[in-house]
């Protein structure tokens, strides 16, 4: 029995040097990046610091990788995080969304922040700076809509309701 372990614990480590070889993409595409969400809606410097902190490590391409996601098969999972975090909203993008996309991640997000299901809860326990108090909450929330004048959000500044007031 003494020895079954001691070749488990070989082969364990084994496995685990094994799969440091299997690293995760970092890499990201060219992309226009004056198109960044924080590029085309620079006029709150605090807003801009909050939503880069809080959600650019998922949601845009200037992730920073903390020391563990050098880590198999941490790596990994923080690799998928950030794909699938893209994959739904990518601020890098911003200025390829169309106004409908535009107006819904908007809305999504104030409602993801306001739940406080967004900035994810596990990664807040590893990211003290993206922790949101409820000032910090509001901040952040203003700058978002900051943008939506300029949009169709909840059905306002339709061009048809223009034509209606005439
Ligand atoms: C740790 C990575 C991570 C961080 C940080 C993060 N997100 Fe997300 N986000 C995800 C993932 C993964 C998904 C897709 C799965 C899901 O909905 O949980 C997602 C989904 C979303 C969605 C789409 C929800 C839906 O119903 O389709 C919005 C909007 C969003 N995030 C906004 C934000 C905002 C705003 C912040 C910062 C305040 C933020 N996220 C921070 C990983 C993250």
């Not at 790596?75 to 699938?84: A, K, P, Q, T």
């Not at 890098?92 to 994810?120: C, N, Q, R």
């Amino acid at each position: 029995m003494k020895k079954f372990f001691k070749w488990l614990f070989i082969g364990l480590l084994v496995a685990f040097v094994v799969i440091q070889f299997i690293r995760i993409d970092k890499s990201v595409p060219e992309y226009d990046k004056q198109g960044d969400f924080v590029a085309v809606n620079s006029s709150d410097p605090e807003g801009a610091a909050l939503l880069k902190s809080a959600c650019y490590d998922c949601h845009s391409y200037e992730s920073k990788y903390p020391w563990y996601a050098e880590i198999a098969p941490v790596s990994w999972w923080v690799g998928h995080h950030i794909e699938e975090g893209r994959e739904h909203v990518n601020f890098s993008l911003w200025a390829t969304y169309s106004a409908e996309d535009k107006a819904e991640i908007i809305e999504e997000s104030v409602e993801e922040i306001e739940e406080g299901k967004m900035p994810d809860p596990n990664y807040v326990k590893m990211h003290a700076e993206a922790e949101m108090t409820e000032a910090n909450k509001t901040v952040l929330i203003n700058y978002l809509q900051s943008l939506s004048g300029q949009l169709p959000v909840n059905g306002e500044s339709h061009p048809e309701d223009e034509e209606d007031d005439d």
